[in-house]
């Protein structure tokens, strides 16, 4: 297996691209893909302050290693959700990992900070602990970042989890969530940050192979309640295809973007947006969920 770049020994071996690459013309391929994305879909510039959104898992730490290299103005943000031991675990990663290299972190308790419990929660409001995590995580990141002047809040999704989001979306002919899914969503409201993915064009296994390389720490579990997610299910039938026919996934990304995306655009859903009479921050109800939460867990250690 020769490197297709320099002839040199291969590594890696990427069926789609039917190429090999030794280490460092992978981490050319990778670092050349990353700013193909960047700029590609005009996601930000170095002049950008920009929110990392950091699990503590490999595309997280993938991201923010990349982007604090290429010399991009970046802050990360780790939030502590209060899922036992997986929590714990990750917030050490992600802490060392920010100090070792001196990079900026945020880091948000849920529990310490909001008396936010999210089994308690999800108990309560008869929702899925991921539902009411989803929630919350997405106000908390939009929040952090509109208060603290960032451009954009860049998240390390990959080209595995764009597919199987699409899969998930296209079965149910999800038309809002459709419109919605792309690379980078616009502001469509002044106090909501423009969201980034500049990961969506690499596997999972190639984040895995650059976060070896560069020798980051970060957590191999996965967050408990991922378990028995639908999203895995169509993760490992986009993996069987892919097997047969390599390429699948990215074409099924690419050609959805370039011609399948625009057919829901006018489906964009037409909610009206407000701003929440607690905290500012931009809902379709009266008060938004994250003060909903925080009424109803406050309410419920007083009863
Ligand atoms: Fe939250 Fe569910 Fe993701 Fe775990 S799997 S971090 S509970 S959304
Ligand atoms: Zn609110």
Redesign the pocket.
């Known amino acids: 297996m020769k490197c297709v770049r320099c002839k040199g020994k291969g590594i890696i071996y990427l069926k789609r691209h039917n190429a090999a690459f030794c280490q460092d013309c992978f981490l050319y391929y990778y670092n050349n893909q990353v700013k193909k994305n960047i700029k590609r879909h005009k996601m930000f510039d170095k002049k950008d302050k920009i929110l990392v959104v950091i699990?503590g898992g490999k595309d997280s730490m993938a991201l923010w290693h990349i982007l604090a290299s290429e010399g991009y103005n970046v802050t990360g943000m780790y939030i502590n959700?209060g899922?036992g031991q997986y929590s714990d675990k990750s917030q050490q990663v992600v802490e060392s990992f920010a100090q070792k290299n001196g990079l900026e972190l945020i880091v948000k308790d849920i529990k310490k900070e909001y008396g936010l419990d999210?089994y308690k929660l999800s108990k309560l409001l008869k929702r899925s602990?991921?539902s009411i995590?989803?929630s919350i995580?997405r106000y908390l990141f939009n929040k952090v970042a509109y208060d603290g002047g960032f451009s954009a809040v860049a998240t390390g999704h990959n080209l595995d989890d764009e597919a199987a989001t699409l899969l998930g979306n296209v079965l149910s002919w999800e038309e809002g969530y459709l419109a919605r899914q792309s690379p980078v969503l616009e502001s469509t409201h002044p106090k909501l940050v423009k969201k980034v993915k500049p990961l969506y064009t690499l596997t999972e296994r190639e984040n895995l192979f650059y976060v070896l390389i560069n020798k980051i720490e970060f957590l191999h579990d996965e967050?408990p309640?991922?378990i028995g997610?639908r999203s895995i299910l169509y993760k490992e039938v986009l993996n069987r295809l892919e097997e047969e026919s390599p390429g699948t996934k990215q074409r099924f990304i690419t050609s959805f973007l370039e011609k399948g995306r625009r057919h829901f655009q006018d489906v964009q859903e037409k909610l009206e947006l407000k701003e929440c009479s607690i905290c500012g921050q931009v809902t379709t109800t009266e008060v938004c969920s994250f003060c909903r939460f925080v009424r109803l867990s406050n309410q419920n250690t007083e009863n």
């Open positions: 699990s959700l899922i999210i602990t991921c995590c989803g995580k967050c309640h991922a997610a």
